[in-house]
Nanobody
């Protein structure tokens, strides 16, 4: 089973930036899709950004223009660059990997806390 280790979360002031990393335990070269999700207290987990094996990306409307997802196949790592952070971005951020189109639920990391507060 794929293992995922996230890092990069923390406390940041509004308007600040963070970069999250998700290291995957196997080659990501042909992985179908990788994504970042987030969940805040009392809310459902939501998709933030996703990148496919062909590097096609899509983003939640709330983060378009502020967040960027990318992948480094050589390092088996997917990143989420978060700029212009706002308090409403506060959540636990989770990495998800779907190895194929039939891997409907994928594998999840343990999550990393992002807190945006002054």
């Amino acid at each position: 089973q794929v293992q995922l280790v996230e890092s990069g979360g923390g406390l940041v002031q509004p308007g600040g930036s963070l970069r999250l990393s998700c290291v995957v335990s196997q080659s990501i070269f042909s992985i179908y899709a990788m994504g970042w999700y987030r969940q805040s207290p009392g809310k459902q987990r939501e998709l933030v950004a996703r990148i496919t094996s062909g590097s096609i990306t899509n983003y939640a409307d709330s983060v378009k223009g502020r967040f960027t997802i990318s992948r480094d196949n050589a390092k088996n790592t997917v990143y989420l660059q978060m700029n212009s952070l706002q308090p409403e971005d506060t959540a636990v951020y989770y990495c998800n990997v779907r190895e194929s189109a039939f891997d409907f639920f994928g594998s999840w990391g343990q999550g990393t806390q992002v807190t945006v507060s002054s």
